[in-house]
């Protein structure tokens, strides 16, 4: 699937944490092919390139995040 194709094809959402409307945040949606793969977009280019995760990878990064191993 071509990325624009593949772009089309994700439920995008923003964080219920977001206090702007969502406009300058990360948005993340699953994509629909059945994959468990994992989209993740900046709020402010949707028409740019999107970064794919993989369901384990995706995982990873919210376990992680629930940790703390990313707080500063």
């Known amino acids: 699937m071509t990325p624009e194709r593949e772009r089309t094809t994700i439920d ?3 964080s219920s944490y977001s206090d ?3 406009a300058t945040c ?4 699953a994509l629909r092919d059945g994959s468990g793969r ?6 402010l ?3 740019s390139t999107h970064l794919v995760y993989t ?3 995706w995982k990873a990064f919210t376990q992680g995040v629930r940790a ?3 707080d500063f």
């Not at 990360?26 to 949606?29: I, L, P, T």
């Not at 994992?38 to 709020?43: E, I, N």
């Open 12 to 14: 995008w959402h923003i």
């Open 68 to 70: 703390g191993e990313f």
């Open 20 to 22: 702007n409307g969502g």
């Open 45 to 47: 280019h949707p028409e």
């Open 38 to 43: 994992v989209a993740m977009r900046h709020s």
């Open 26 to 29: 990360v948005e993340v949606g």
């Open 55 to 57: 369901h384990q990878e």
